[in-house]
């Protein structure tokens, strides 16, 4: 078990990190920087970390432990049927994205140069797309996923509409408010991904 020390400068490297990551956008932060930041020796973080990629890692699931992810995908992981599963993933992970947007803007913009960086954004968005597997699979369960669509790429298609890129463009280029965002993006799974729900949708009206 890490000691009490020991779990304090981890997560102070760790916050030195997040910080620098977001306000640097990824440009420029080594592994001696966020040492620096966190007040400690760079030989010192390395007893921690021993490379960058396991410390970007561990720094994106340090934001899931701070802001209770877990809590967060409760509603989710307990519904009782796909479509209420469908709907409270999306609320969750939707309303998660502009709280860890910062990071994920430094790692995207990171990504295409910076390997450690592109495997540390892989790694969060795999977890992701667990999260719209097992919403596919909670619709196939109850023989409400639509027969246009194999559960492959029922989660496909799930996992591009919530991708960072295109909340990003949604609300901060379209702008679209936040609620709007979630209500739409909702709407737009449940007719695409669930059995009738286009029809009825259509049916209720505006």
């Known amino acids: 078990m890490m000691s009490r020390n020991n779990l304090q400068t981890r997560n102070r490297i760790l916050n030195a990190s997040w ?25 010192a973080l390395y007893l921690h970390f021993t490379t960058r990629l396991e ?26 049927t796909g479509a209420e599963r469908l709907d409270a993933f999306i609320g969750a992970w939707g309303n998660y994205i502009p709280e860890i947007y910062g990071i994920a803007k430094a790692l995207l913009a990171m990504k295409d140069t910076d390997e ?19 919403v596919i699979k909670a619709l196939k369960r109850d023989d409400t996923l639509s027969p246009d669509h194999a559960p492959k790429q029922a989660t496909d298609i799930l996992w591009t ?3 960072v890129r295109n909340w990003e463009q949604l609300t901060l280029e379209c702008g679209w408010s936040q609620k709007k965002y979630i209500d739409r993006i ?10 009738g729900a286009a029809a009825a949708d259509a049916s209720e009206g505006p």
């Open 161 to 163: 509409m919530l991708s």
């Open 186 to 195: 909702k709407l737009l799974a449940r007719q695409v991904l669930v059995v």
């Open 19 to 43: 910080k620098l990551l977001e306000a640097q956008q990824g440009q420029g932060v080594r592994m001696t920087d966020i040492a620096k930041q966190a007040g400690i020796s760079r030989q």
């Open 55 to 80: 410390l970007l890692i561990a720094t994106t699931r340090y934001l899931d432990e701070v802001k209770n992810v877990d809590a967060r995908l409760a509603l989710s992981r307990t519904a009782e």
């Open 116 to 134: 450690a960086a592109a495997l540390a954004w892989n790694d969060r968005m795999q977890a992701v797309r667990h999260g719209c597997e097992a």
